[in-house]
Every structure is written in structure tokens, then in C-alpha cells.
């Protein structure tokens, strides 16, 4: 609890420096600037260790006495003074809402401060990178998406929930996961399944009772708030994470983004990456061992297509990952989780998973 | 049908006057339609005035009135302080067809283009029956005289239907008046005709008043005539054959060497010797003697002999300054004005000179606050700068309004590179900007396409002048334009600081709950200094391109296999 507050704190505290230093050279006569992290290749480490691909140390600075900087500039001390306004009043606001709110026409002209919601929404990222931090803390939102269920007590503004006792529902995942307070959390790992049809037969399988784990539907691509519970269960609590999909690019796909670091580079910027997440299910290979044979799709072109971009994905390089993408290819085909219930309807609850944790068979 | 014999043919040939050879061909004269045939009634009269004061000595003050009297119907009326026409002179002037004494000479002079006033005397009672009426005072002289005259087609003589003097002071102490009724239409390019006028002749003043009787004076911006140009003697480059035939048959000299040395510019004699020995021709022979093979003979040698360039003090330009100031009083609302004129060249053995001008950009007299009426001049501007160039040409000062494109001035513009001195130009069309360009070749002898004038011939030496002209006056403008263009950028610059510190120093009021006017002020403080700041130069941000802000969605969505699926992601997305 008190790391929350203090989180908070400390991003006031954060953006009220960058104000104070902003001043300090207004009064120095000195051209004002911002500093930001390049967010281009030219500036992504990749950690031959740990296999991730972070930022580097190089920054640019964005100049208020630069013809080129000089609007950007002005918008990003817009939105950071918009975010203090929000935490100051403690309220929250999407960035749609703060996009509406901070377009104004400029004295004398016929020039805005903001023309799309695509020039406001770059902004919040710089902001993110240049003061490290998420722009949930910035009070910044998003809608919720994803649903979670298991042993687990937090404090949500104000309110304890549990999330083992809301019936055949789960917890609503909103975005700002980071003012969550976790009472208590009494599990060994965590599972996070693409599809919601997945998570409601795992629920009602109480799969994360038996199990004892911590049970996650991201509900197609996970949003941000997701992946953050992902990864502070993960750093908090050192649960292992292990993500289950659709055998198919878009589900391999969905993984890396949990896993973060790989795809885009977005996501190295983000930083809500789960970098030591694993690969469950369904794997290519699983569909031949598990005998799923009279359940799976037939390849389209554009699913072909895809497979062949992500081989390309530094992630993806692994000789695992690059045998199954492969085999998807040559064998053109692809398997939903519901193929799973080919074998019988509570098989991934009772057989496929379990058999899976047990044996240790993930892919990295 | 019975034949005709040769002899029957031979009764009927007769004489054909060239009057009433010009009253059927018309356009030959100029009078191609009723506009241009106004036009070219304003022309001849105007073109006459200007140069009987030239050559008398006297500053011109030119009086010009053209009257709608009735439908397609106008009186011209053109009035000079020039020193007047004698009596006897004048009826041959105004009403007999190619009488004059420029055709013979080598100078430099506006007559060229014209065939004389007497065209507008036939033109004028072709189409309307009125007599020609001319006033003129000669100072010798206490009363002035009148006179109205008709053109006799037939004997290409003048018809006096009127003569008198009279007392009544029209001209004070010298001058002439001549008032024309013709059938025409009347256009601005008459205006622009006088306009442009007045532009190469800085020293002439006109007054011109239209048929909807409004006045504009064209004042001069000179107060001196420019130097008469001098008679050249023929260049042996320049001659042709029929020339030469006669000047050897009309000549005094007695020695073929001594006809070539008296009667040519540059030849001295050495050249003299070397022409006749080239020629094999007897350099003591008589002129008169030479036949037809030795003629040509002659003329072949004569091209080909090394002979020094003519002489080229024999050309009157308008001059550089004189042109800038013209140019200057006329477009006062130009930003930038300048000229170039080049060094005399010659073609074919005539002398001949390019003057360039400039008039660049038109600025907008209200001073403008508010941001909107900013805006609308910036695209005022933008427009004009689409817009092609205005080209004016001139030749031996007077301006060349028709058959643009065929003219070699033109052809000469085109082949300049403008997008080098910063204005727009597709392919090698005309050049587009807020621009006039005034181009002004001078010469003894212009040399035009066709007989109506107005286009000049392409001569290498002439296309190759005029480029080089171009482009130095280019050069010019370019170094205005990028000036101009730091100096907007500056303003620019201030601009957009000074556009943005509102809502800076409101964000940082806001970051440090600190009151934000003082942070303004500041900020605008800075901007005044105009100083150069570090980290100003850094170059323009990369964007990021890989930027995901939207969470959901942020790769293509699964594409439906059947049974529900996650539409809920696309209602999401909305935020």
C-alpha cells in the first residue's frame, strides 16, 4: 500500500521537477528543453542474456526556441500539466477526453494546439519515457478489458474485492492497476488465456482453485492494464506466467506482446512486459501430439503471411518457435483453443493443462 | 468559252497603286481587326510625336484622347509639343503612303515597325469616310495651321478637302495635333500600350484620356532626352544582294576599294584589299562596272574577310538607371525593382542591345492585426505566385503587344533556368511568380518574323544576349528573394514562439503553482532579444513511428472462423 502512495507521490513530485526546470532556464535565459529518450532503432539495446530489447541512454532534447520543436514542446508540457491537474483533483480521464479537453485555437491565428487525437496520444509516450513513468500514473485511462479470477484480495479504491468469490464472473481488469493494493495473493503461477470462452470454461472448471493459480482472459489483444497485473504479479509476487492461445500467428503474436520486447518497438517503451512469460499452448506440435488432427483450419494466404513475419521476429529467432512456425507453414494449418474440446470438453481442464505443467513443456 | 490571247491579258494589266494595293490587304499594314486597328492608330500618331521632339530637342508632352463618338466608331486624338510639321510637308505625311525619311537609314529608330501614319489616314476613310485633321504650329509661325485630308488610293497622293490658319492657341508655341475617326473597338491594351510606352521612354510625359473620359497621366521620371542614336554605315556582314547592287550603282567613289572603305563601317584598307583580293575583283575597277557574277563574287569575299565589329556607339538604349526609375514610378507597389542592361553585340553585322528589368512582388498597403486577414494575404500571395510572369517586350522602345509566343525575346525567357534564382517554372514554359519582366532589345536594325512586327527574329547572337541578360537580372532577384525570405523567416520564428508562450507559461503554472504572467513575460522578454539560442539549429524530430498508444487492437484483429468472437475489442476501441 504504501508503495502505491509513495508511486504517486513521486510522480507529482516528478512533473512538478520538470516544471521547476523548465522555469530555472526560462530565468537563465537559456533555451528550455525537455529531454526525451530516442525511441528509434538507433536507440534499442538488445541484452543478449536476457534476450530483451530495451531503450538505450540516448535522448534528444526538445527545445521551446527551435522552430521544428517548439509546438511539440508546448504540447508536452500541455499534457503534463493536464496529468498534475488530474492528480492533484484525483480524478481520472481517457486520452481521448484529454485530447478534447487541451485542443484550443493559439492567439492570432488560425493554428491548434492539437489538430488529431494522433499528434496528443505520441505526446503521453514521450512524456512516459522522458520521467519514467506508465500513463496510468498520469492518470491517464483506458476502457477496461480483460477478466480476472483466483486467491486474491485487493484493495480498489477504497473497496476490498475478492476475486475467488464473484461467482461465475471475474474481475474487470481497468487500467489503473497500479493504484491496486494487493492484500492477498495465494497462488503459484499465473494463466493467462486469449479468449474469453477459454476463461469461462477454465472458471467453471475452478481450474484456478485446483491448480492454484491466478486465472487471466485478456479477451483477444491484451490491453494495458492486463498486461500490467501480468507483470506486477510476476515481479511482486515471482509467479511464473504462462500464456495460452490459438494455435496461429495472431495468437503467437498476442503472446509476445505479453512477453513484450520483441514485435515492436512500442512495447520496449511501454514497459509492461512480462520478459520472463512462457508459451503454454496450443502449439503446432501439440496438435499432432494431442491428437487434434480432425479440429484444425486450413491455412489462409494472408495466415501464411503472417507466419513468414514472424520467423523474421528476433523473438521468435529461438529454434523452438522456429520449428513450430515452420510447421504451421508446411503443413498449413492452424487449431483454435476449442479444438481442445475435440478431445472431450473439461480435456484442457483436466488433462491438457495439467499434463503440460507437469511435464514443464513450454516454449520460452 | 472563247480562249483569251496574251494580248487580251496584256490590256487589262495595269498599274496597281500601293494604296490601293494596301486597301485590300489591310492586315499587311497592321489593321488585322478593330481592336488592334485602334491600337495601331494610337501607335503610328504617338510613335511620330516621339520622335519629332527627339530629333527636335524637346522633352516630350504627349495629349492623348480616344472618343466613343458612335457604335464601333472613335476619334484618336493625339497631341505633341514637338516643333510642328512645315505646311507644305504635311499633307505628304499624313496622306501618301510610304513617304519618309527613315527607310533609308541605318539608326536605331521606332519608325521601323510602323509603315507611317498615312495607313491610318486610308484605314480611317475605309471605314468610316472621315478626312484625317491635323493641326500644327511651328514656332516662325504666330497662327496654326488646319487641315483635313483624304488618301487618294489611286495616285497614293493626298486629297485636300480643307486647309486654314487659325488664331485659336492649341498648341502654344510649337506642336502637333492630329485627330483620326476610324471604325475599332476599344481594349486595355491601348492603356497598357501607353503604359508601357511611358515605361521605356522615361522622359516623356503622356496624358491619356478614354472613352469613359477618365484621365491618367503618366508622368516622367526623366528629365533629359537620352542621346540620339547615330547613323550607321552597312556592316559588310549585313548587306545583301540587292543592296550592295544599288550602292554600287549609286556610289560617288570611283575605286571598288575606295566604295568599300567610304561606304562601310570597319572596313579600312587592308580589309578593302583583302575583301577585292578574296573576290578577285580588280580593287581599281569602277563600281559601276562590276557585273552580276562579280557582285557576287564581292559579296561572298565580304562574308568572308575577317572585318572588325561595326561601331557601337550608333545605339540609344533606354538605360539602366533611367529603366529602374521608370519602372519604379510606374510600379509603385513593387517590392523589388531591378535592371540589367549588356554590353552592345552584334548580329549579322548590326550592333544591337538587351536591357533587362525586374518588377518583383506587390505589396499590400493595410497593416493587418488580426490573424485571419494575415492568413488571407499569405494565400493572396500563394496564388500569385502560380500565377505565369508578366512579359513585356520592347523593340527600339516601343512595346511589342502581340505574337508573344512566336517572338524570339520570349523563346530567350523561356530557355532561362528561373528555378535556379527561386521562382517556379515547368518545363521551359514561362516562369511563374509576382513578376514583371521587361525585355528590350535595341538595334539599328530589329529584325522581325513577319511583316506585322511584333515578333522578333531568332538570331543566335540575340537569343544568346538576351539569356545572359536574363539571368544576370536572375541573379539579382534571387539574392533579393533569399533575403527576403531570411527576413521572413525571422519574422516567422518570432511568431511562433510568441504564438506558443501563452500556453507554456499556463502549463507551468500549473506544473509549479507559480502565477503564469510573469512566465509569459519572460518568455516574450526572450523572444525580443532575437538572439540565436543553442539547440535552435537541431534538426526536425524524428517521429517515432512504431508509436501504440491505442491498447487494444494493436495488431489486426483475428479474423472470424465462426462463433462469437471478440467484437467487443471494436466497441472498445472508441475511447
Known sequence: MLMVVFMTRNVKDELERLGEKIIREIDKGENPNIEIPIRTLSNVVFDQKTKQLSLGDKTAKRYYFNVAHSKKFMQTLMVASFAKSLIDEKIHTSIRDMYYNLKRTLPDSNENTFDEQSESDPIIVDLEVAIDVLREQLHLTTDRKGIVAGNVRIEDRGDLIDWSKLGSGGWSIPSTVDEVDFKKVDAEFVLVVEKNAGFERLHEDKFWQKQNCVLIGTGGQPSRGTRLLIQRLNDEYKLPVYVMTDSDSYGFYIYSVIKSGSINLAHVSDRIATPEAKFIGLTVSDIFDYDLKKAIIKCKEVDIKRAKELLEYDWFKKPKWQKEINLMIEKGIKAEIEALSHRGLKFMSEEYLPQKLKKGDFLD | ?575
Open chain 2, 1 to 575: 468559252m472563247a480562249r483569251k490571247t496574251a494580248e487580251e491579258f496584256a490590256k487589262e494589266q495595269k498599274e496597281i497603286s500601293v494604296s490601293e494595293f494596301f486597301e485590300k490587304n489591310k492586315h499587311l499594314l497592321g489593321f488585322d481587326n478593330p481592336t488592334k486597328s485602334l491600337l495601331m492608330a494610337v501607335k503610328e500618331a504617338v510613335d511620330n510625336s516621339l520622335d519629332a521632339c527627339e530629333e527636335a530637342g524637346i522633352v516630350p508632352d504627349i495629349i492623348v484622347k480616344i472618343k466613343n463618338v458612335k457604335e464601333d466608331v472613335y476619334v484618336v486624338s493625339v497631341q505633341d509639343n514637338g516643333p510642328g510639321i512645315v505646311k507644305d510637308q504635311i499633307p505628304r505625311v499624313f496622306g501618301k503612303l510610304l513617304y519618309g525619311s527613315k527607310f533609308h537609314r541605318l539608326k536605331q529608330s521606332r519608325g521601323q515597325q510602323g509603315i507611317g501614319i498615312s495607313s491610318v489616314t486610308l484605314y480611317s476613310q475605309l471605314t468610316t469616310g472621315e478626312p484625317t485633321r491635323v493641326w500644327s504650329k511651328i514656332e516662325s509661325q504666330k497662327k496654326t495651321y488646319y487641315v483635313e485630308l483624304h488618301l487618294n488610293t489611286v495616285k497614293n497622293e493626298p486629297d485636300i478637302l480643307k486647309q486654314e490658319d487659325i488664331d485659336k492657341d492649341i498648341l502654344g508655341d510649337s506642336g502637333v495635333k492630329v485627330d483620326m475617326t476610324l471604325h475599332g473597338r476599344y481594349r486595355r491594351i491601348v492603356e497598357d500600350y501607353l503604359k508601357y510606352t511611358s515605361v521605356s521612354n522615361p522622359f516623356a510625359k503622356i496624358t491619356y484620356t478614354d472613352p469613359n473620359g477618365v484621365k491618367t497621366i503618366f508622368p516622367r521620371s526623366h528629365n533629359e532626352l537620352p542621346k540620339q542614336p547615330k547613323q550607321m554605315k552597312p556592316h559588310p556582314y549585313g548587306v545583301e544582294f540587292g543592296t550592295l547592287q544599288r550602292m554600287l550603282n549609286n556610289t560617288s567613289s570611283r575605286t571598288v576599294h575606295s566604295f568599300l572603305t567610304n561606304e562601310f563601317s570597319s572596313v579600312g584598307n587592308q580589309s578593302a584589299k583583302e575583301i577585292c583580293k578574296v573576290a578577285k575583283v580588280d580593287e581599281g575597277k569602277k563600281p559601276s562596272e562590276l557585273d552580276r557574277a562579280m557582285i557576287e563574287g564581292l559579296m561572298k569575299a565580304m562574308q568572308k574577310v575577317k572585318i572588325q565589329r561595326p561601331p557601337l556607339d550608333c545605339l540609344s538604349p533606354i538605360g539602366s538607371a533611367e529603366l529602374e526609375k521608370s519602372l519604379k514610378k510606374e510600379y509603385q507597389n513593387a517590392e523589388f525593382v531591378t535592371t540589367i542592361n549588356r554590353d552592345p553585340e552584334v548580329y549579322r553585322g548590326f550592333p544591337f542591345m538587351i536591357e533587362v528589368g525586374i518588377v518583383y512582388g506587390f505589396q499590400e498597403e493595410k497593416k493587418e492585426e488580426n490573424g485571419k486577414k494575415k492568413k488571407k494575404q499569405e494565400e493572396d500571395e500563394d496564388d500569385r505566385n502560380g500565377e505565369t510572369i508578366e512579359l513585356i517586350r520592347f523593340a527600339n522602345r516601343v512595346p511589342l503587344l502581340y505574337q508573344q509566343s512566336a517572338c524570339s525575346l520570349t523563346q530567350a525567357v523561356k530557355e532561362v533556368d528561373w528555378k535556379r534564382y527561386n521562382l517556379d517554372q515547368k518545363g521551359s514554359n514561362l516562369p511563374s511568380g509576382p513578376m514583371k519582366l521587361t525585355v528590350h532589345i535595341c538595334s539599328v536594325w530589329v529584325p522581325f518574323v513577319s511583316e506585322s512586327k511584333e515578333a522578333v527574329a531568332a538570331y543566335p547572337e540575340i537569343i544568346k544576349e538576351a539569356k545572359l541578360a536574363l539571368q544576370d537580372a536572375g541573379r539579382k532577384l534571387s539574392i533579393y528573394l533569399s533575403g527576403k525570405r531570411r527576413a521572413g523567416e525571422q519574422k516567422r520564428r518570432i511568431q511562433i514562439f510568441e504564438r506558443y508562450s501563452g500556453e507554456v507559461a499556463h502549463a507551468l503554472s500549473i506544473l509549479t503553482k507559480r502565477d503564469a504572467k510573469p512566465i509569459e513575460k519572460k518568455i516574450r522578454e526572450l523572444v525580443e532579444t532575437k538572439k540565436h539560442f543553442k539547440g535552435e539549429d537541431e534538426q526536425e524530430e524524428e517521429d517515432s513511428k512504431q508509436e501504440a498508444v491505442q491498447e487494444e487492437d494493436e495488431g489486426e484483429d483475428k479474423p472470424k472462423t465462426g462463433g462469437k468472437k471478440e467484437d467487443k475489442n471494436k466497441e472498445n476501441k472508441k475511447k
